[in-house]
C-alpha cells in the first residue's frame, strides 16, 4: 500500500504511476526525446521570427516570437521540465509559475491577435474589447502572483473565456472576407480545442491521459506553424502591395510624363509660331523701312533736281538772250 500527498496552490496534474526500472527509462527517453523535438522546433521558429523583425521592423513578428516563448514556458511548467532543469529548489515559485505563464501566453497571444488582426485599423470596437481583455489579464496575472491560492480556479475561469473571446473575434473578422483571419482561424482553432481540454482537465470536467497531457503540446506546435504560414502570406501580401504600389507610381510617372511631353510639344509649337510670326514681321517692317528709305531718298532726288532746274531756267533764258542779240 502506498499513500502519495500533494499540495499546490495551483491546479496541479499529479498522473501517479507504478514503473518497472526498464519500461521507466524506456519511456523516459521517448518522452525527452520528444520534448526535444518540440522545444527545438519552437526555438526554431523563435529565431527565424527574430531574424525576419530585425530585416522587417514589422511589429507582428516581435509579438508573435513573445506569444512562442511564453507558451513554451508554460508547457515546460505543466510537464515538469522548468521545475527540473530551471528552478529545481524553488517550490513557491514552481507553485505560482503555472498561472502567471498561462497568463503571460494570454496577454501575449491577446496582443498578437490586435497586429495579426489589425482590429485597432479596421474594428475599433474590438480592438476596444481586445484591449479590455488585455487589461484583465493584466489584473489577474498580478493576482495569480501576489495571492496565488485566491486566483487560482478563477484564473482558468478566465483563459477559458478569453478563449471563446478570441475565436469569436477571429470567426467574424473571417466573415468579414479578411484574408489574414482565415489562416487564424485554422491555427487557433487547432490549438484552442487541446487547450479547452487542458482546461476541462484542470477543473476535474475530463479524465487524465496522455492525450489531455500532450495534446497541447502538439496542437501548440501545429498552431505556430500554421500561424508561421500566415505570416508568411501576410508578407506575400506585403510585398505583392509593395510591388504594385510601386507599378502604380511607375504607370503614374509614364502618364504624367507623357502629359509633360505633350504640353512640352505644345508649348514649343506655340514658341516656334511665335518665332515664325515675329521673324515675318521682323522682315515685313524691314522691306518696309528699306522701301521707305529708297522712297524717301528718290523724292528728296527729285527735289533737288527739280529746285536745281528751277534754279537753272533764268540762268539760261539769259545766256540765250544775250547769245541772240550778239
Known amino acids: 500500500m502506498f499513500y502519495l500527498r500533494t499540495q499546490s496552490a495551483a491546479a496541479t496534474i499529479v498522473p501517479a504511476r507504478l514503473w518497472d526500472p526498464q519500461p521507466f527509462h524506456a519511456y523516459e527517453r521517448g518522452d525527452y526525446a520528444a520534448q526535444a523535438w518540440y522545444f527545438g522546433m519552437v526555438t526554431a521558429m523563435i529565431f527565424f521570427n527574430l531574424l525576419l523583425f530585425a530585416s522587417l521592423r514589422d511589429s507582428v513578428y516581435l509579438l508573435y516570437i513573445s506569444f512562442a516563448t511564453s507558451m513554451a514556458l508554460a508547457l515546460s511548467i505543466q510537464n515538469g521540465l522548468a521545475k527540473e532543469f530551471l528552478w529545481p529548489d524553488t ?169 509633360r511631353e505633350a504640353e512640352l510639344k505644345t508649348s514649343h509649337e506655340q514658341l516656334r509660331e511665335i518665332g515664325q510670326r515675329q521673324m515675318l514681321s521682323q522682315e515685313r517692317q524691314r522691306l518696309m523701312q528699306d522701301m521707305h528709305d529708297g522712297l524717301g531718298s528718290s523724292l528728296i532726288s527729285a527735289l533737288r533736281w527739280w529746285s536745281m532746274a528751277g534754279w537753272m531756267k533764268p540762268k539760261l533764258r539769259k545766256c540765250s538772250r544775250a547769245v541772240s542779240t550778239i
Open 91 to 259: 517550490t513557491l515559485w514552481s507553485d505560482t509559475s503555472s498561472n502567471f505563464s498561462y497568463l503571460l501566453t494570454v496577454m501575449a497571444f491577446i496582443f498578437f491577435t490586435r497586429n495579426m488582426l489589425e482590429t485597432a485599423k479596421k474594428f475599433p470596437k474590438i480592438d476596444l474589447q481586445l484591449k479590455i481583455l488585455a487589461g484583465c489579464c493584466l489584473f489577474f496575472l498580478i493576482g495569480a502572483t501576489v495571492w496565488t491560492k485566491t486566483f487560482a480556479m478563477p484564473s482558468t475561469s478566465f483563459i477559458f473565456i478569453v478563449s471563446i473571446s478570441i475565436l469569436g473575434i477571429s470567426l467574424f473578422c473571417a466573415f468579414k472576407r479578411q484574408r489574414s483571419a482565415y489562416f487564424f482561424v485554422v491555427a487557433y482553432t487547432t490549438f484552442l480545442l487541446s487547450a479547452l481540454m487542458t482546461c476541462l482537465m484542470f477543473l476535474g470536467l475530463i479524465h487524465i491521459s496522455t492525450l489531455t497531457i500532450y495534446g497541447m503540446q502538439w496542437a501548440s506546435a501545429m498552431e505556430m506553424l500554421l500561424l508561421a504560414f500566415a505570416l508568411a502570406d501576410r508578407f506575400i501580401m506585403i510585398r505583392r502591395k509593395a510591388i504594385d504600389d510601386v507599378k502604380q507610381v511607375n504607370v503614374n510617372l509614364e502618364q504624367r510624363l507623357q502629359e
